[in-house]
């Protein structure tokens, strides 16, 4: 038992170890050792909030099925780290080479469906938006659809909302500014929202990508940076499985700077850096 002398709350390694089980159950999330302190920071908000005495008393809320609490408990524990164009060179190939080939490979169904498997609060989808907008000529109509998925629900009204302060914007190009965004004025000065028409083609929900998906596959471009490093290989391999039966062939999957696929899955070739086609 290790307890730190300044905390309000007792915090076992019994009380860690059934939290971890219960992360595991709940998101496929595996944490680690080091996440001890980050577990107890985020949860002892929790156990204010509902006025509890214990962590065995919180898990026993868990436990019970409490549905809200559940949404709660899977709020404080995932990470939710992004900006516009993150991963920069991703967008590059989007607009270079994905969007170009699926344009020609569509052309009868003039249909694009785009799968962001962790839209946090809405930087990553929005960037996929303007980048496949920007990538199609003008004087075409296409079907486009992005649906942009996340386990955690407040950070998807803030996606769904659209306002970002003028800060998270600053490092985009300003005539994508200029164009994508609507700066704010009076009282909403110091923020700017999303066009209309990037909102247009994004379905924001929620889904946990261990339980049941979206239906609006096949994909022809698949994001999932930066969600499997909290997964251990076994979920990963089922993951990424299930991504490749969800996406066209030859489509692209784009995953996070310090993911692989090696020993993972057989499904793809890495055809550029953390980008891959799938066979």
């Keep these: 038992m290790s ?6 709350f007792l915090f076992t390694d019994k009380d860690f170890n059934n939290i ?21 920071s985020r949860l002892s908000r929790r156990l204010r909030s509902l ?42 190939f989007l607009s270079s080479t994905a969007i170009p080939e699926v344009l020609k490979r569509n052309i009868d ?12 609060t809405g930087e990553e989808p929005y960037s996929i938006a303007m980048t496949v907008l920007e990538s199609i000529p003008r004087n075409q109509s296409w079907d486009i659809k992005i649906t942009a998925t ?11 909302q ?6 998270r914007i600053s490092g985009i190009n ?24 990037l909102q247009n083609i994004i379905d924001f929900r929620q889904a946990n990508l261990l339980e049941k998906w979206p239906d ?31 996406m066209y062939d030859d489509s692209y999957l784009f995953i996070g700077h310090s993911e692989s696929l090696f020993k993972v899955s057989d499904r793809f070739n890495l055809i550029g850096q953390t980008i891959y086609k799938k066979l």
């Design 3 to 8: 307890v730190a002398p300044n905390r309000d």
């Design 20 to 40: 971890r089980y219960l992360v595991k159950k709940h998101t496929g999330i595996s944490l680690s050792d080091q996440k001890k302190n980050m577990v107890y």
């Design 51 to 92: 006025e509890l005495q214990s962590f065995k008393e919180y898990c026993c809320i868990i436990e019970s099925g409490d549905s809200q609490e559940l949404v709660n408990f899977t709020n404080s524990i995932t990470t939710n780290l992004t900006s516009f164009f993150r991963e920069n060179h991703h967008f590059e």
């Design 109 to 120: 169904t003039r249909k694009i469906r785009i799968w962001c498997c962790a839209s946090s």
């Design 150 to 160: 996340d386990l955690d629900s407040n950070v998807l009204a803030t996606a769904k």
């Design 162 to 167: 659209g306002i970002y302060p003028d800060d």
């Design 174 to 197: 300003k005539n994508r500014i200029k164009q994508w965004f609507w700066k704010g004025k009076g009282k909403h000065e110091g923020s700017a929202k999303v066009n209309p028409s």
């Design 216 to 246: 609006d596959g096949p994909f022809d471009i698949v994001f999932c940076r930066n969600v499997v490093i909290y997964f251990d290989k076994p979920t990963q391999r089922v993951l990424f499985e299930r991504i490749a039966n969800a």
